[in-house]
């Protein structure tokens, strides 16, 4: 029986479905945590998480099964035994579990028993349960694996603590969400060690996956509610900490207690570091995208530099007749500020060649919105010929506001590999540009300094799209349309439950015939990444077709 560990939490990026890189990267990671006793990596971390329908193809288990005993048979080595995260089969089921790899070998097995089905998640259509889980023996200590959602319940810590666990370890794949990280200390961790008396280890992973993000933020959690140990956020980081036995149980040594990205930098760390690992995974150059001379095409170009770097990011601006001088102007000082490439492209002869190809047809009736939506489908197609001569991605610019409502343009506007904003309302993009040109986020890859010129974002919005147009034509003011979005969407409440907040009866139940109806439009809409409860796509399903109003 030993009265000290030293257990290294290993918070670091993973690959779905690279599984000999992320074995790769495991055995680095063990390599720098020789003195440790255990190493822990985050959930599923051999394939990557979330695995989605690739857990379903033989070739995969069967990969990661070899990869696996490899990983067992480096442990025979000096250097810590190992945690780790992956899919299993047992009796014909999967099971997402882990495995303690100690001295050459397999030592033990357990599988996650709370199946997380909301949200972001649907593993009840993946794996199957596992039972509720008993203790691993580990130096003579009774160390409990409560995995991710495990703990969001009483029932398996407790479980745990009444067969003689001495020590919780908690493996996670926690997406990032605003204000998760609260949640996850208060509302959580805190609740599961004090209820058990035990020490909790929350070891989560770092790093983007399609519409997902991860923050890492890992923490130890002693069993009086305390914070031991608190890791950053956004970064990887492998930190050892230091375990004693005391009279009154187990208790990890106060260590490293990093201060967390206060809002709204966490927001747009969350979107720099998806759109990093978007592009990168998948094998981009960089990215191309139109530069309007407005916010949100500037705050894209500025998360793209931070995420990717200035010299892999390629602004263009494609005026036509009613763009204004000052956004000409606007466009061309953001792209200097932030030190990209900036190039001009009229779409006015393709706007005239369009006009005459379409003039009979059109004969008699007066310019409306086709006319409107040509200009963006034309710009649309400009910025695919960059991307398909040159090879970056397009990253489109539409806000969650204009998404949720279907102010952009399918096939204009909305083209596009990937876009940041997707998940962001318009009072969250001026938030987050006022906060960029005042600070330079701590993962990022841009200049110091504004990344915009002021008049970006103190002028009225407008698509410019016809003479003297302004965004309030057609919509509420943003701080009144936001508030109403995040009571239909992220809230589902009825038009009477909005209103009854102080809001007009006529603009709310507009607002939400507006959502239903661009559901359509979302559906064809590019991934974008996740930042609040309900994002459109993983958190939000709706029928395209259906009839149902509250109003």
Not at 207 to 225: P, R, T, Y
Not at 340 to 365: H, K, N, Q, W
Not at 521 to 537: D, W
Request: proline share 6%; aromatic share 8%; glycine share 8%.
């Amino acid at each position: 029986m030993v009265d000290t560990l030293r257990i290294t939490l290993a918070q670091v990026n993973q690959s779905v479905g690279d599984i000999v890189g992320n074995a790769r990267s495991m055995l680095a990671a063990r390599d720098k945590a020789k003195g440790s006793d255990l190493i822990v990596f985050p959930e599923l971390h051999l394939i990557g998480y979330p695995p989605e329908d690739l857990i379903l193809k033989p070739a995969l288990i069967e990969r990661a099964a070899a990869e696996l005993e490899r990983l067992a048979e480096a442990t025979a080595a000096d250097g810590p035994a190992m945690l780790v995260g992956s899919v299993f089969v047992q009796d014909g089921a999967l099971h997402n579990g882990v495995a303690l790899l100690d001295q050459g070998r397999v030592a033990a097995i357990r599988f996650k028993h709370e199946l997380p089905n909301y949200g972001t998640f649907d593993e009840v259509r993946l794996f199957q349960p596992g039972p509720l889980p008993e203790p691993i023996v580990f130096r003579g200590v009774m160390i409990g694996v409560p995995i991710c959602e495990d703990i969001w319940h009483p029932d398996v810590c407790r479980h745990l603590a009444d067969f003689g666990a001495e020590i919780l370890i908690c493996p996670n794949g926690s997406p990032y969400e605003i204000d998760k990280d609260t949640l996850r200390i208060d509302g959580v961790a805190k609740l599961r060690a004090v209820d058990t008396k035990l020490p909790l280890a929350y070891v989560n992973r770092v790093g983007g996956q399609d519409e997902l993000v991860f923050d890492g933020a890992s923490f130890v959690i002693n069993g009086d509610g305390t914070l031991a140990v608190q890791l950053c956020d956004w970064e990887e980081r492998i930190v050892e900490t230091r375990w004693t036995r005391t009279a009154q149980g187990w208790r990890c040594d106060r260590g490293e207690v990093a201060k967390l990205a206060d809002h709204p930098e966490d927001i747009y760390c969350a979107m720099v570091m998806a759109l990093r690992d978007y592009v990168n995974r998948n094998k981009f150059p960089g990215v191309v995208l139109g530069l309007s001379g407005g916010i949100d095409s500037a705050i894209c170009a500025a998360i793209a530099a931070d995420a990717l770097g200035p010299d892999r990011v390629w602004t263009v601006m494609l005026p036509s007749r009613f763009t204004s001088y000052d956004s000409l102007a606007d466009a061309a000082e953001c792209a200097q500020l932030i030190g990209c490439r900036y190039d001009t492209v009229s779409i006015l002869p393709a706007v005239e060649a369009y006009t005459g190809m379409l003039a009979p047809v059109f004969d008699g009736r007066a310019p409306d919105l086709a006319e409107e939506n040509l200009q963006s489908r034309i710009r649309g197609v400009t910025l695919m010929a960059l991307s398909n001569k040159f090879g970056p991605m397009l990253l489109t610019t539409g806000n969650k506001s204009e998404m949720s409502v279907g102010y952009a343009t399918i096939y204009g506007d909305m083209a596009g590999g990937y876009n940041p904003l997707k998940d962001a309302y318009k009072t969250t993009v001026f938030a987050i540009s006022r906060w960029r040109n005042e600070h330079k986020p701590k993962i990022g890859l841009g200049r110091e300094g504004p990344v915009m010129p002021d008049t970006i974002i103190t002028k009225p919005p407008t698509a410019e799209l016809r003479e003297n147009q302004k965004d309030s034509d057609s919509l509420p003011p943003y701080d009144v349309l936001d508030a109403i979005l995040l009571g239909l969407v992220e809230h589902e409440k009825s038009v009477a439950q909005v209103v009854s907040e102080g809001f007009d009866h006529a603009t709310v139940a507009r607002i939400e015939r507006l959502l239903h109806l661009a559901e359509y439009k979302r559906r064809q809409a590019p991934p974008g990444v996740k930042l609040g409860s309900r994002n459109f796509g993983r958190d939000r399903r709706y029928p395209i077709t259906h009839a149902f109003r509250s109003a």
